[in-house]
């Protein structure tokens, strides 16, 4: 299996400034048909998990663009510009390039 | 506006059996993998299984096979989780996930398996 890992685990950022998140695969995460299956996933409190980024740096629907995905291989990172109050929560990075589908153990972004 | 919604949840005693529900809105369902995840008390999140649109490919982790079957009806834009042989560590929120990917996420679903 992949494994996925996270840094850091937790984050204290202050508001307007920006923050980063890194996660390191056991494995390229490259398939055969070219694409790399590293996505993010925010948390909010008391919420279900919402896809942020897929292919390591395409946002998703309705996402702000202050959220930005970068990487390749094994290395990935999920910048945020400027953190906003709305921003709280836990960031989990996730690969589907094979099965079994793995997590990172998930970070925890708080405002200081 | 895709909506899944999630039904079925409750507590079990271990051993026991559950049927998780998911009913799909808002997308051509028969046109995507769907996918169960979880998510134990204040833990992180954990693939349970994926299914193919025609059922034609299924994938568990491993802590579930032989236990948990996924399926759906395409005709009734369900996801189904069938959960036999509970045990206390399958407690945990179940999500049900348009595709591979999470695109979308269902409201979750509390089970807990205790006596």
């Known amino acids: 299996d992949v494994v996925m890992t996270q840094s850091p685990l937790s984050s204290p950022v202050t508001l307007g400034q920006p923050a980063s998140i890194s996660c390191r695969s056991s494995?390229?995460?490259?398939?055969?048909?070219?694409?790399?299956?590293l996505s993010w996933l925010q948390q909010r409190p008391g919420q279900p998990p919402r896809l942020l980024i897929y292919?390591?740096?395409n946002r998703f629907s309705g996402v702000p663009d202050r959220f930005s995905g970068s990487g390749a291989g094994t290395d990935f990172t999920l910048k945020i510009s400027r953190v906003e109050a709305e921003d709280v929560g836990v960031y989990y990075c996730?690969?589907?390039?094979?099965?079994?589908?793995?997590f990172g153990q998930g970070t925890k972004l708080e405002i200081k | 506006e895709v909506h899944l919604v999630q039904s079925g949840g409750g507590l079990v005693q271990p051993g026991g059996s559950l049927t998780l529900s998911c009913a799909a809105s808002g997308f051509t369902f028969s046109a995507y993998w769907m996918t169960w995840v979880r998510q134990a008390p204040g833990k992180g999140l954990e693939w349970v299984a994926n299914?193919?649109?025609?059922?034609?490919?299924?994938y568990y982790v491993d802590s579930v096979k032989g236990r948990f079957t996924i399926s759906r009806d395409n005709a009734k834009n369900s996801l189904y989780l069938q959960m036999n042989s509970l045990r206390a560590e399958d407690t945990a929120v179940y999500y049900c996930?348009?595709?591979?990917?999470?695109?979308?996420w269902g409201q979750g679903i509390l089970v807990t398996v205790s006596s």
């Open positions: 996930v348009r595709s591979v990917t999470a695109e979308y």
């Open positions: 996730m690969q589907v390039t094979q099965f079994p589908v793995t």
């Open positions: 299914i193919k649109q025609d059922e034609s490919e299924k």
């Open positions: 494995q390229s995460l490259l398939q055969s048909d070219g694409n790399t299956y």
């Open positions: 292919k390591i740096s």
